[in-house]
């Protein structure tokens, strides 16, 4: 007979919000237990930066094959000087995006209680203070950083649902919160501000436009060749059907996804068509990639075509992450 403890018996569980919920949540992040947190961007997989062991957990329920940097999650800019240095760049940016969907990479600040796990070891720390309501109040009542990833297994399409990251990650997590639909859709821009220009490392939910308008100045590239971090990998966000790019035809068997005038051709199956904002809205396009992949995916298509999307504003993250989705695996 098969005997669950009353530990693990509830493992993985969906709590919508509200008290019960949150005082779940702050329980099991005191514990060292890991959950799957609603933020604005994507569902994270957090746990408590300043615990070493807790950290592991998160790298063990995703699967990663190594232990690469996490963004630590603070309530505002307030909190996060006390574990990085920022320079003029940093706080206009902060200033400007916080809370919101934008990761600063700053120097380290030495005495910080952020576990050395949690930034692999490395001299800088990515900090970033979600908007979400959900996100908010469990930051505020746990009172630590939060060390969180996507909540979705290492590769993998990343969770803009509660039901997607249960899906996922299943009981690797003490509890899933239920905050909706993830509104952003797109993990945050990350830009790296270390003294030299600010740098773009990972296009997201806050626009080049916009991170340069506030700044004064353009961003600098991220180097070539510099590799620093899984989601900086060429393949990822991979769904298991192959993924081709800027289609302008359709074979039978492929699904579509699709963007603005283009309506579905009669020989794809219905299930097989998703238009991700059919007014070429980028924002409702951003907001719905993630889910699109995996419905199509979901129908075993032969291959997942991508229509075409413009390049500017949101349209640089989406295309950034349909590149990557695109890219041969390894
Ligand atoms: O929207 C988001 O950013 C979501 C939500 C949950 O906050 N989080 C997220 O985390 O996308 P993750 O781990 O999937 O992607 C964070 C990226 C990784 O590619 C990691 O390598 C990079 O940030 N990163 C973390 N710390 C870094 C550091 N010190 N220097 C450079 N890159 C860093
Ligand atoms: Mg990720």
Redesign the pocket.
């Known amino acids: 007979m098969l005997e669950i403890s009353p530990t693990q018996g509830g493992r993985g569980r969906i709590l919508g919000p509200g008290p019960e919920a949150l005082e779940a949540a702050v329980a099991a992040l005191s514990e060292g237990d890991v959950i799957g947190?609603p933020?604005?961007?994507?569902?994270?997989?957090?746990a408590d930066a300043t615990r070493g062991e807790a950290v592991a957990r998160i790298y063990e329920a995703k699967r990663r094959p190594a232990f690469?940097?996490?963004?630590a999650?603070v309530p505002g800019h307030t909190e996060a000087e006390a574990h990085g240095l920022f320079d003029a760049d940093a706080r206009r940016l902060a200033a400007a995006f916080w809370p919101g969907?934008l990761?600063l990479?700053v120097p380290?600040r030495p005495g910080s209680a952020v576990s050395a796990l949690a930034?692999?070891g490395?001299d800088?720390?990515?900090l970033?203070a979600?908007a979400h309501p959900l996100a908010q109040e469990v930051l505020r009542a746990f009172g630590r950083p939060l060390a969180?990833?996507?909540?979705?297994p290492s590769g993998r399409i990343?969770p803009t649902t509660a039901a997607a990251v249960a899906a996922g990650l299943g009981e690797a997590v003490a509890l899933v919160l239920d905050g909706g639909p993830a509104p952003?859709g797109?993990?945050?821009t990350?830009v790296?501000c270390r003294g030299g220009p600010p740098r773009l490392?990972?296009p997201?939910?806050v626009t080049r436009e916009a991170i340069e308008a506030a700044l004064g100045k353009p961003l600098a590239e991220r180097e070539q060749g510099a590799i620093?971090?899984?989601?900086?990998?060429a393949s990822h966000y991979a769904p298991s059907a192959p993924v081709r790019l800027a289609a302008a035809t359709f074979a039978a068997d492929e699904a579509v996804l699709a963007f603005g005038p283009l309506t579905r051709p009669a020989f794809i199956r219905p299930e097989r068509y998703v238009n991700l904002s059919p007014a070429g809205d980028l924002r409702e396009a951003a907001a719905r990639l993630f889910e699109a992949l995996r419905t199509l995916d979901a129908t075993q298509p032969a291959a997942i075509a991508a229509a075409p999307i413009p390049g500017h504003g949101l349209g640089e993250a989406i295309n950034d992450r349909l590149l990557r989705a695109a890219a041969p695996r390894v």
């Open positions: 947190l933020t604005e961007t994507v569902y994270g997989l957090a690469n940097p996490l963004i999650h969907p990761t990479v380290f930034r692999a490395l800088s720390l990515a970033r979600p969180a990833p996507s909540a979705n990343s952003v797109l993990e945050s990350i790296e490392l990972r997201g939910g620093r971090g899984p989601g900086l990998l």
